[in-house]
Protein backbone atom coordinates (compact mmCIF):
# COMPACT_ATOMS: atom_id res chain seq x y z
CA UNK A 1 0.00 0.00 0.00
CA UNK A 2 0.69 3.55 -0.14
CA UNK A 3 2.73 5.05 3.31
CA UNK A 4 3.36 8.81 3.79
CA UNK A 5 5.94 10.25 6.65
CA UNK A 6 5.83 13.70 7.94
CA UNK A 7 8.96 15.36 9.32
CA UNK A 8 10.17 18.78 9.97
CA UNK A 9 7.52 19.61 12.73
CA UNK A 10 8.47 21.68 16.37
CA UNK A 11 8.11 24.68 18.33
CA UNK A 12 9.36 27.56 17.60
CA UNK A 13 8.82 31.56 18.51
CA UNK A 14 6.07 33.75 16.50
CA UNK A 15 7.90 35.42 13.02
CA UNK A 16 9.77 32.18 13.08
CA UNK A 17 9.87 29.42 10.40
CA UNK A 18 9.69 25.58 10.25
CA UNK A 19 10.02 23.44 6.93
CA UNK A 20 7.94 20.15 6.71
CA UNK A 21 8.34 17.19 4.39
CA UNK A 22 6.83 14.30 3.43
CA UNK A 23 7.66 11.06 1.32
CA UNK A 24 5.14 8.93 -0.18
CA UNK A 25 6.43 5.36 -0.65
CA UNK A 26 5.10 1.96 -1.34
CA UNK A 27 3.19 0.54 -4.06
CA UNK A 28 2.31 3.63 -5.99
CA UNK A 29 1.04 3.61 -9.34
CA UNK A 30 0.64 7.17 -9.99
CA UNK A 31 0.22 10.36 -7.36
CA UNK A 32 -2.45 13.32 -8.89
CA UNK A 33 -1.51 15.40 -6.03
CA UNK A 34 -0.16 15.94 -2.58
CA UNK A 35 -0.53 18.63 0.22
CA UNK A 36 -0.76 19.41 3.51
CA UNK A 37 -3.91 19.56 6.13
CA UNK A 38 -3.80 20.96 9.42
CA UNK A 39 -6.65 20.76 12.23
CA UNK A 40 -6.43 23.07 15.32
CA UNK A 41 -8.07 21.79 18.74
CA UNK A 42 -11.65 22.07 18.31
CA UNK A 43 -11.05 22.71 14.90
CA UNK A 44 -12.10 20.87 11.86
CA UNK A 45 -9.21 19.28 9.53
CA UNK A 46 -8.31 22.20 6.86
CA UNK A 47 -6.56 22.63 3.34
CA UNK A 48 -3.25 24.58 4.01
CA UNK A 49 -1.82 24.06 0.51
CA UNK A 50 -2.21 21.41 -2.46
CA UNK A 51 -0.29 20.93 -5.71
CA UNK A 52 -1.25 19.12 -8.45
CA UNK A 53 0.78 16.81 -10.83
CA UNK A 54 0.03 19.38 -13.51
CA UNK A 55 1.70 22.11 -11.05
CA UNK A 56 -2.10 23.60 -10.04
CA UNK A 57 -0.87 25.05 -6.44
CA UNK A 58 -3.86 25.90 -4.21
CA UNK A 59 -3.71 28.13 -0.62
CA UNK A 60 -5.64 28.42 1.59
CA UNK A 61 -6.30 32.22 2.25
CA UNK A 62 -4.66 32.55 5.69
CA UNK A 63 -1.29 30.75 4.37
CA UNK A 64 -1.33 33.32 1.19
CA UNK A 65 2.30 34.90 1.17
CA UNK A 66 3.43 33.05 3.87
CA UNK A 67 3.58 29.07 3.24
CA UNK A 68 5.31 27.68 -0.34
CA UNK A 69 4.50 24.27 -1.14
CA UNK A 70 6.85 22.32 -3.48
CA UNK A 71 7.06 19.09 -4.70
CA UNK A 72 9.84 16.88 -6.25
CA UNK A 73 8.12 14.00 -8.36
CA UNK A 74 10.64 11.95 -8.45
CA UNK A 75 11.09 11.54 -4.70
CA UNK A 76 7.90 11.36 -4.22
CA UNK A 77 8.02 14.24 -1.49
CA UNK A 78 6.11 17.14 -1.17
CA UNK A 79 7.46 19.79 0.77
CA UNK A 80 6.01 23.10 2.64
CA UNK A 81 7.90 25.83 4.09
CA UNK A 82 5.99 27.98 6.68
CA UNK A 83 7.65 31.44 7.25
CA UNK A 84 6.23 34.10 9.16
CA UNK A 85 4.44 31.73 11.58
CA UNK A 86 1.74 32.77 13.97
CA UNK A 87 0.19 31.67 16.72
CA UNK A 88 -3.07 30.78 15.37
CA UNK A 89 -0.82 28.41 12.81
CA UNK A 90 -0.70 25.95 15.81
CA UNK A 91 -2.16 23.01 14.81
CA UNK A 92 -1.49 18.93 13.51
CA UNK A 93 -0.29 19.10 10.29
CA UNK A 94 -1.06 15.83 7.94
CA UNK A 95 0.75 15.27 4.73
CA UNK A 96 -2.27 13.98 1.99
CA UNK A 97 -1.53 12.03 -1.45
CA UNK A 98 -4.57 11.04 -4.17
CA UNK A 99 -3.65 8.99 -6.16
CA UNK A 100 -3.99 5.21 -7.65
CA UNK A 101 -2.03 1.95 -6.62
CA UNK A 102 -3.07 -0.02 -10.31
CA UNK A 103 -4.10 1.20 -13.52
CA UNK A 104 -7.67 2.39 -13.95
CA UNK A 105 -8.32 2.01 -9.95
CA UNK A 106 -10.37 4.65 -8.31
CA UNK A 107 -8.19 7.18 -7.07
CA UNK A 108 -8.47 7.35 -3.39
CA UNK A 109 -6.74 9.80 -0.17
CA UNK A 110 -3.58 8.66 1.71
CA UNK A 111 -2.59 10.46 4.89
CA UNK A 112 0.31 10.40 6.91
CA UNK A 113 0.36 10.37 10.87
CA UNK A 114 0.72 13.85 11.71
CA UNK A 115 3.07 16.60 12.81
CA UNK A 116 2.98 19.01 15.47
CA UNK A 117 3.17 22.63 14.50
CA UNK A 118 3.44 24.91 17.80
CA UNK A 119 4.14 28.40 17.16
CA UNK A 120 4.73 30.34 20.46
CA UNK A 121 3.66 33.97 21.29
Known amino acids: QVQLVESGGGLVQAGGSLSLSCAAS????????MGWYRQAPGKQRELVAT???????DYADSVKGRFTISRDYVKNTVYLQMNSLKPEDTAVFFC???????????????WGQGTQVTVSP
Open 51 to 57: ITTGGTI
Open 96 to 110: NARGRVRPLSQARDY
Open 26 to 33: GTIFSINA
